[in-house]
């Protein structure tokens, strides 16, 4: 399978702890997106990089959450001192830098539940 | 501010007929609109998408228009079968320092009938 993946595909945690997740992008896509999507709603930007270079962050994305991608590869999204308003599915994207529409390629998410 | 917004939150058609989703935009500055579809329990899947200075484009059974004048973008799925029933997305980009970031709606429920 050539498309992007995340691990783990479901997470369970007790409000406080601590989460990572991990997303392989397509791998000659140079950016790679992180969103969440709650229950009925669209996917909302969380952050990207472009290769190693986290460029945009949104506002959502609290002090708690943080994005790395260290080779310009693989990303993680940790999220410390988990709340239960974390609940949510959180998607990860990968795109070329330069194409016709520099479509986003989606993978199947992680869902976080926050107990 | 930036709103992507979807007018129908549940659509039911019958197998066989053609099915018509649409989508409102705010921001005259989006350049790029992508429709998605989600089934349950996957991420987002690309369909078509177009670009701001194009009013129409076709895929297979697949038809988005574009009408800029009053910021309102369509999903025609021809024929529509059951493995269409999904939720549907809109998204715009605005194209600002070359973010390619995203803007979603909030989505529209296909439910095909037999």
């Known amino acids: 399978d050539t498309g992007v993946s995340q691990n783990p595909r479901h997470k369970i945690t007790k409000r406080g702890q601590n989460v990572t997740f991990r997303c392989d992008p397509i791998?000659?896509?140079?950016?790679l997106y992180w969103y969440r999507q709650t229950l009925g709603q669209g996917p909302e930007f969380l952050t990207y990089f472009q290769n190693e270079a986290q460029l945009e962050k949104s506002r959502l994305l609290s002090d708690r959450f943080s994005a790395e991608r260290p080779k310009g590869s693989f990303s993680t999204l940790e999220i410390q001192r988990t709340e239960q308003g974390d609940s949510a599915m959180y998607l990860c994207?990968?795109?070329?830098?330069?194409?016709?529409?520099?479509?986003?390629?989606f993978g199947p998410g992680t869902r976080l539940t926050v107990l | 501010g930036e709103s992507v917004g979807l007018h129908l939150p549940t659509l039911s058609v019958q197998e066989g007929d053609n099915s018509i989703i649409n989508c409102a935009y705010s921001?005259?500055?989006?350049?790029?609109f992508i429709w998605y579809k989600q089934e349950s329990g996957k991420g987002p899947q690309f369909i078509i998408d177009i670009r701001s200075n194009m009013d129409k484009r076709q895929g297979q059974r697949v038809t988005v228009l574009l009408n800029k004048t009053v910021k309102h973008l369509s999903l025609q799925i021809a024929a529509t079968q059951p493995g269409d029933s999904a939720v549907y997305f809109c998204a715009d980009r605005i194209l600002t320092g070359g973010g390619n970031k995203l803007t979603f709606g909030t989505g529209t429920q296909l439910k095909v009938e037999l």
């Open positions: 921001n005259s500055a989006s350049d790029y």
């Open positions: 791998s000659e896509h140079n950016r």
């Open positions: 994207a990968s795109s070329l830098l330069a194409g016709v529409g520099n479509e986003q390629f």
